[in-house]
């Protein structure tokens, strides 16, 4: 019977078939010759892999299903309390006990949706979720973009809708793994399903990080404009709704442009949706935004440290939400000892007199590590939110001189070259003076830069290529984007220091040549570990060969005799070791002071600005007519490293090249004709030429009988030389040598040297 079924669909044609070959209507398998009926082939069965595939299918999707049914009836929805309030985040200092701060005081006050305006409401989904009224929770087009760019190493995509980033918060954990996203995406849907999407906006509103310690839409208001969330404007709504973006980088000063143009970003979406009309859109003007107020736990340098992890962790990739609310242990690289030291050493070397509008920034880092252990942002973080270590305004004078001196000698400029150091000087049409109008005749390139000779060193610079000084600079670690640093734009007086970096940049340029030229990115974050305990991010260093180690340590050699011969020779108090560059404008606005030992590089500077920010002379500051780079930022650099170094052993630097520190060739005589003398040589003997001198030196008709006793020459002491246990400073004052040098007493302030300035 079955045999039957299976051959039916073809039973017409073989019958056919058989009778055309055997000629017969019968068909016999034996008999007479006939030729044998042949049997039609058997048909394949049917695939029923399609089928099972089904059925499989099927099964999966069932049990996929019954599996999801079973998560999402576990997946509780967090009350807005719950998202909100969690663990504090905890950053400690360098050893990892000891807490420097927290992160995260939350302000959040609960409000009714219907107690903020509307157009607020419509201004927060313009800037956050347009379509949130139409979808059911998800985004299938953003979370396929996501799931793309995090398989592919593109740009770390978050949630894109208001419900997804509700539910993103109430889980708080950096961990990007599927585990958490499918968490997410299950409370996302619970909620649409459960919860009025009035209620979800709600509970979004009252939750959301907004910065300045603002969670929710009430704590924002207040914070940013100073009013309850229901008077807010248009033009407020939309500057908050803006702020939701990047916190940090938006709600401060310097994101202000950023924060314009994406609340005109917001606006615009507005309109695009008829939320708002064309005569709305176009008088709308950016609102006045109320100056942060600090909280008391954030007093004195505390809240600059605390602010300068924030923004690493944010660069890191870290949530804003989870840096506040996330109970994250953050291990930083500050020092508490340096810290301190930092903070003593500024409040007694610095100035106390006439300090109104005065700024002092340091920072010290680690070199070959980049490490940061110390900065000073200003005296109090509640006062003043501008962290003048990192703060990049003051022009950085003739500590910019360095960088020359290694553009030259990459060229094979030697320290023992000549150079003109008279003022005033014209250089290609450039005219320049030294500090003080002082001209110092032909000078070594050391003594130049010892004394800091403006004149010599533009003729240096001429010489290299003014592009090959800022190619330097830019190797050592001075950012590209440093104010006043305009690579297309360059002229001679880049070398005397026209650029305004930050203090931590100078200090880690200069700790590039302390690493015997290796560069390092400096970075304050060492550890994040996670609410659970868990690591979640380890800092190595970010290193890169800048210089050769040649290079580097001739301009490590130059440096240090800066300090033990030249203008930084405040630094010898230090008793260690050590190399370093003043600078000072000419008009009197900046003072830096930039040094390192093998171990520490610190940058100091003092400048003043009037009430609107405006740079002003220094002039009355501590009881100076002119703050210079040896005066108050000489004395603060070597009080704080003195307190940083303490218990550390003392350090050498690496030698030179050999050729490096050979000594000149000194004549030991000259005649009346006005032979030149190297400078750097002490002065020789004059020999007047006479007619009848014999070798002596004595005339012919004094010289000695036979047998005469000849007296033994004298010497008399030069009046105008100092003692020999004693060295001269560059002003012409007396102190004692480097060998003899009093432990650290540091002073109210050291005594004024001859110093650079810039025209």
């Not at 347009?130 to 770390?156: C, E, K, L, M, Q």
Request: proline share 7%; glycine share 10%.
């Amino acid at each position: 019977m079955a045999d039957n079924r299976r051959r039916s669909p073809s039973r017409a044609s073989g019958s056919r078939s058989s009778s055309s070959r055997s000629g017969t209507g019968s068909g016999g398998r034996s008999g007479g010759g006939s030729a044998p009926k042949r049997r039609p082939p058997a048909r394949q069965p049917k695939r029923h892999w399609l089928r099972w595939l089904i059925v499989i299918v099927l099964l999966l999707a069932g049990i996929g299903a019954a599996i999801f049914a079973l998560l999402l009836s576990r997946t509780t929805v967090p009350s807005p309390n719950e998202v909100v309030t969690r663990q504090a985040t905890v950053v400690y200092w360098a050893d990892g006990t000891r807490e420097i701060g927290r992160l995260g005081d939350s302000t959040r006050r609960s409000v009714a949706l219907a107690d903020v305006p509307l157009e607020v409401q419509q201004a927060i989904l313009a800037a956050e979720d347009r379509d949130f009224y139409d979808h059911g929770g998800i985004s299938p087009v953003g979370i396929a973009r996501s799931i793309w760019n995090n398989v592919t190493g593109g740009a770390t995509q978050g949630a894109s809708t208001i419900t997804q980033q509700y539910a993103k918060n109430a889980f708080l954990t950096q961990e990007r793994s599927w585990e958490r996203k499918i968490s997410e995406a299950l409370l996302a849907i619970k909620l649409e399903t459960l919860v009025s999407k009035d209620e979800i906006l709600e509970n979004y509103l009252n939750t959301i990080y907004f910065g300045r310690g603002a969670d929710g839409i009430e704590a924002a208001s207040i914070a940013y404009f100073g009013v309850p969330s229901r008077d807010l404007t248009l033009e407020q709504g939309a500057a908050l709704a803006a702020i939701i973006k990047s916190p940090s980088d938006m709600a401060e000063q310097d994101g202000l442009e950023r924060l314009r143009g994406r609340w005109a970003y917001v606006l615009d979406g507005m309109l695009e949706k008829g939320w708002i009309t064309e005569g709305q859109r176009k008088r709308a003007t950016f609102p006045e935004i109320a100056p942060a107020k600090a909280k008391d736990r954030l007093g004195g340098q505390t809240g600059f440290l605390l602010t300068m992890v924030e923004r690493e962790l944010i660069a890191l990739g870290f949530d804003e939400t989870e840096i506040q609310r996330g109970g994250l242990k953050i291990t930083s690289t500050f020092d508490r000892k340096a810290q301190r030291g930092a903070q003593t050493a500024v409040r007694k070397a610095g100035p106390q007199s006439g300090t109104e509008g005065l700024r002092i920034g340091l920072a010290s880092v680690r070199p070959a590590t980049g490490e940061v252990v110390a900065i000073y942002g200003g005296k109090n973080f509640i006062d003043d939110q501008i962290n003048n270590a990192t703060r990049a305004f003051a022009q950085a004078g003739s500590t910019f001189k360095p960088f020359a001196l290694t553009a030259a000698t990459e060229q094979g400029v030697a320290l023992n070259s000549l150079w003109d150091g008279d003022s005033p000087a014209t250089v290609n049409g450039y005219t320049f003076t030294n500090y003080g109008d002082k001209s110092y005749g032909m000078v070594t390139l050391l003594q130049a830069t010892e004394d800091s000779i403006n004149s010599a060193y533009v003729q240096l610079e001429s010489e290299v290529g003014v592009d090959q000084v800022a190619d330097a600079a830019v190797r050592a670690g001075v950012p590209l984007d440093t104010p006043g640093m305009n690579l297309d734009e360059l002229d001679l007086t880049f070398v005397l220091g026209t650029a305004s970096p930050s203090a931590l940049d100078m200090a880690n340029a200069y700790a590039t040549f302390a690493a015997e030229g290796t560069r390092a990115t400096p970075y304050v974050v060492s550890k994040v570990i996670g609410g659970n305990g868990g690591l979640l991010y380890e800092a190595t260093p970010t290193t890169h060969s800048a210089f050769e180690p040649d290079v580097a340590n001739t301009v490590s050699f130059a440096l240090n005799k800066v300090v033990t011969n030249g203008t930084a020779y405040a630094a010898l108090q230090l008793g260690r070791p050590a190399a370093a560059k003043t600078g000072t404008t000419d008009d009197n606005k900046t003072a830096w002071f930039v040094g390192y030992t093998l171990q520490l590089s610190t940058a100091v500077f003092l400048a003043k600005e009037d009430k609107d920010g405006i740079p002003v002379s220094m002039a009355g500051t501590g009881g100076l007519q002119t703050v210079t780079g040896g005066s108050f930022p000489a004395a603060i650099w070597t009080a704080y490293m003195s307190r940083a170094l303490e218990g550390q052993p003392e350090m050498d630097f690496p030698a030179p090249p050999d050729g490096v520190d050979v000594p000149i060739d000194c004549p030991a005589s000259i005649s009346f004709e006005g032979e030149e003398v190297p400078a750097g040589c002490p002065t020789p003997e004059v020999i007047p030429e006479f007619e009848n001198v014999e070798p002596t030196g004595l005339p012919t008709d004094e010289f000695p009988a036979e047998g005469d006793i000849v007296p033994e020459a004298t010497t008399t002491p030069d009046p105008f030389q100092p003692e020999p246990s004693l060295s001269q400073s560059p002003d012409g004052s007396v102190f004692p040598p480097p060998s003899d040098a009093p432990a650290p007493d540091i002073p109210e302030f050291a005594p004024e040297p001859t110093q650079e300035a810039i025209p």
